[in-house]
């Protein structure tokens, strides 16, 4: 048994307040571990350390918090200097740590208006404040899972979101290899981004202008807490991965001091992660970035795996290099407000998935067609987390692309090419979809695959409402185009094809029948 959420952070940061309408809301017990000592000792906290000392009292508060965390099942609130102790830390690993924390002037105003008695602030509150935030803060930041600042706003609004982040549901798929990290699908992530962002010392956020409100609210909190940070609006869409944008990027960081301890932070579509992993991974010559994708595309696709890039005149994705992040979150309440458009080409990603590497969730999307294009479906972070976890396998072991990566790109040399056709006014998973019917129609040309796979594609990927022909380009310009792929090796066409579902294969230089077939497939006469 564990408490059901213990709460840690500086004295007067309202742990106690906070803990207590938490528990009322959970219907559980609180306990504060002040109360369980005055209760286990039978004195007060003060009167320990005047008559024994603080490391007397830090023995009997380590041995007092470490049963509770054993046996209590309720929220539990911790004091704090509860987690100096080296085995409460190791203790607390098992429970969910929320970090409430407050500016120093508000902690300062709290105590000195307290009955309550702190040995340790007495004297002289101010500096006494600073100097445990010195010893404290980086402890309190390693140990919590999400962090929350308590300073102005109400303290319904404090509990309403310590709830919010409890109670729902959250997944977490590691991706493994050199730089490991971790990829967090779920609700009410916003605390977590901060608990993230608080272990570094500045920041700028590279957000897209769709969703420029969350981004000015992550500002606006970071800013609260005391951490320089930046908010820079970039174009929407492919418009932001342009070498003109990375420059002012560049600029922005330099101006701002954001040092090799700063942390860019990626807010917005795939597009937007894609351009904020670059601008980390070549300030500095590499500084962390945290991506929080808004789009499904980007949470399935672009946000995860490492992959960072601008476009060029002749292509999408063509400057570029392999960068993981130092995490993502995938916060499914940004997908409410997605245009449904943009939600279903979040499909074209997830269904390739399927393809490629996890029959399970061909069969989720037989099951509920079209109804689970909807950011509210209960089997949405399903799919998502699936999805995700296709690509962190194939990542963890092959992060540049030099083999087995390679299958995440199945139906992408058609897709780039129709994207480039469009200007890129062409929605990603749209184009993915035809791309994987494309390919699909060569692997049965070339007797890879069987009659009727191409087919199949087609039935998955329309059976959710994207589209699976394209009639806005003739097949020659469309084979010009692939042929500046990248991954085209000696002047040759190269496709990720399937033998099946999970048995991938690359084809080179299919036959011109097998070309013409595929492009009737998708409705181009070649």
């Given at each position: ?519 009737s497939m998708i409705g181009i006469d070649a």
């Open positions: 048994m564990t408490p059901r959420a213990v709460l840690i952070g500086m004295p007067g940061a309202g742990k106690s307040t906070v803990g207590r309408l938490l528990a009322e809301r959970l219907r559980v017990p609180f306990v504060d571990s002040d109360a369980l000592i005055r209760q286990k000792t039978k004195r007060n906290i003060s009167d320990i350390f005047l008559e024994d000392g603080e490391v007397v009292f830090r023995r009997i508060e380590a041995d007092i918090i470490q049963r509770a965390l054993r046996e209590f099942t309720g929220v539990l609130s911790l004091g704090g200097g509860a987690v100096l102790d080296e085995s409460t830390r190791l203790a607390l690993k098992a429970s969910p740590v929320f970090f409430i924390d407050a500016s120093d002037e508000i902690l300062i105003q709290r105590i000195t208006h307290s009955r309550t008695v702190r040995p340790l602030l007495q004297s002289d509150p101010a500096t006494g404040i600073k100097r445990l935030r010195a010893e404290r803060l980086d402890i309190y930041q390693n140990l919590a899972t999400h962090t929350f600042f308590s300073d102005t706003k109400p303290v319904s609004h404090v509990v309403n979101d310590v709830y919010q982040a409890l109670t729902s549901a959250e997944r977490t798929v590691e991706v493994q290899g050199s730089e490991p990290y971790s990829v967090y699908i779920g609700s009410h992530l916003l605390p977590r981004l901060i608990s993230q962002v608080n272990r570094f010392k500045s920041a700028m956020i590279v957000c897209a202008p769709d969703v420029i409100e969350l981004g000015a609210r992550v500002h606006t909190m970071l800013r609260d807490m005391g951490m320089p940070a930046y908010l820079y609006e970039v174009p929407r869409a492919e418009e932001a991965k342009d070498v003109g944008v990375v420059a002012r990027a560049w600029e922005i960081a330099g101006e701002n001091r954001i040092g090799r301890d700063g942390v860019v932070i990626g807010i917005g579509g795939g597009a937007t992660t894609d351009l904020a992993g670059f601008i980390a991974a070549t300030w500095l010559r590499g500084i962390a970035v945290i991506q929080m994708p808004t789009t499904l595309l980007g949470m399935v696709d672009a946000a995860v795996g490492g992959k960072t890039g601008i476009n060029t005149r002749h292509g999408k994705n063509l400057v570029g290099a392999f960068y993981p992040p130092h995490s993502v979150l995938c916060d499914v309440e940004s997908l409410k407000t997605l245009p449904y458009e943009d939600l279903l080409a979040g499909f074209g990603e997830i269904i390739k998935c399927g393809f490629i590497a996890d029959i399970d969730i061909l069969n989720t999307i037989a099951q509920y067609g079209k109804t689970a294009v909807d950011a509210r479906h209960p089997a949405l972070i399903e799919l998502i987390e699936m999805a995700v976890a296709v690509k962190a396998r194939v990542v963890g072991q092959d992060l540049k692309e030099s083999g087995l990566r390679e299958i995440l790109n199945y139906g992408h040399t058609l897709a780039h090419a129709i994207e480039l056709a469009q200007d890129y006014n062409y929605r990603h998973g749209y184009a993915v979809a035809i791309g994987c019917v494309f390919a699909a129609a060569l692997a049965e040309a070339e007797g890879i695959a069987t009659p009727g796979f191409a087919d199949f594609h087609r039935n998955a990927f329309a059976s959710v409402g994207l589209p699976v022909e394209y009639c806005d380009a003739d097949a020659k310009a469309l084979v010009a185009s692939m042929y500046s792929d990248k991954k085209v090796r000696a002047h040759q066409l190269r496709f990720v094809v399937l033998a099946d579902i999970a048995q991938p294969q690359i084809l080179t230089e299919p036959a011109q029948e097998s070309l013409e077939f595929a492009f």
